[in-house]
Every structure is written in C-alpha cells, then in structure tokens.
C-alpha cells in the first residue's frame, strides 16, 4: 500500500525521473542503501523503485509506528522499526537480516539521520554508521541508490516543510533517482563502510548531474 501511495503522491509533489546503471539489479535479498537528505525522502525511494518493479521493506525510525493509520499500514507490510538511542536498536538488523533471507529487498539509510542544514541545495552524503555494512555482512548484495532534488519540496524548519510540501504541487520541482549497480561489502567493518559510502556518494552524483541537465 505504501508503494502504491508513494507512487500516487510523489508526482504530484514534483517531476520524477528515474535512472539506472546498465548493470544494475534489485535481485531478491539485496540491501537498497540511499543518501538521506530530506523527511520526503522514503516516499521518493518506493516511487521510484516501484517504477522498477520493487516493493522494498524499509527500515525506518520508530515514531512513525506510533502515527495513526500509518503506523498499521508499517505493521502489515512489515516494515522495520529502528528504535534510535535504545538497547532495542540492534533489533532492527536481526529483523532486516531476517527480511533478506526470505527474499525481501530492505531499504536502509547509511547516514541514519538527516542533514543539519535549513537550506534547500543538494549536497554529498553525510559520513555512514556501520549498520549497513554489519547487514552486509550476511552476504547480501548492496545496491547504491542516488537521489537529489527532494530537499526542494521539504527542507528546514518544522514550519518551512510543512510549507514546502503544501506549495510543491504548484512548484512542481524535479527530482531525480539513479540506481548504481550492485556491489559486495569485503573487509572488515570501517573498510565495508568507506566502500559503501563512495558508492553511494557516485550514485547521488549521477543524480545530480541528472537533475541538473533537467533544470537546464
């Protein structure tokens, strides 16, 4: 259902475009990892790769459980709650690494927060926590994924987001996914990571390059 409705509400909320490496797969039990720069950020990733076929499992903070008829829908669709701060926090590995096993592809957010700034441009990815990599480690494939443009329909202030999104209709602006292809996380833990966010930093690149050929 979130697929679906990501699918309905992002376009409405800007112009998406999707991309993809020539060898890039989103085979079943792999690892989807994008940059996370803005609160809209799940909705664009499960629009776009719903263009592709992909209905993911996403790790995901846990307050969203908490939020009427969201919160049910994440339940039945198996989403993963990613308890921040807590002795529960690791729980949400065991449960993605269950997901992989069965055949699920699991979204998870290498930077596990977003960007500090208010202002709305594009930058690389933040530095990466190891949740990714110790995932990873279980073998299964890892998929960059790139996005830029969404910090146009929200970004900063609780005030200005909200604002964003109820002008985005009108704005209409361009946002744009690029899917790298599949890499294998070796080595030791601080290697894996280092690999992961360069991959992911190149996916985020040809993003931007997109976008930025879009607005010209």
């Known amino acids: 259902m979130l697929s679906a409705v990501a699918r309905t509400v992002v376009p409405v909320l800007g112009r998406l475009t999707v991309t993809a490496d020539e060898d890039a797969v989103l085979a079943p039990g792999s690892i989807l990892a994008p940059n996370h720069s803005s609160l809209v950020d799940p909705g664009v990733v ?46 949400a590995l065991d449960a993605a690494a269950a997901a992989l096993a069965a055949g699920r592809i699991v979204v998870i957010y290498p930077e596990g927060r977003l960007p500090r700034r208010v202002d709305a441009a594009d930058s690389p990815p933040g530095p990466f926590r190891t949740g990714l990599a110790r995932l990873a480690a279980h073998g299964a494939p890892v998929v960059p994924l790139g996005q830029a443009g969404s910090r146009r329909i929200s ?24 899917v790298g292809a599949p890499l294998t996380l070796d080595g030791d833990i601080p290697t894996a990571t280092a690999l992961a966010h360069a991959a992911v930093t190149t996916a985020w690149r040809t993003a931007a390059t997109h976008l930025a050929a879009t607005r010209n």
């Open 46 to 91: 499960l629009a776009a790769v719903r263009r592709l076929g992909v209905e993911p499992v996403v790790l995901a903070t846990a307050g969203l459980w908490r939020v009427p008829v969201l919160g049910g829908a994440l339940v039945r669709e198996g989403h993963i709650p990613v308890h921040r701060g807590t002795e529960r926090a690791a729980e």
């Open 155 to 178: 970004s900063g202030s609780t005030a200005k987001q909200l604002a964003g999104v109820l002008t985005a209709p009108l704005r209409r602006p361009a946002v744009h996914v690029h």
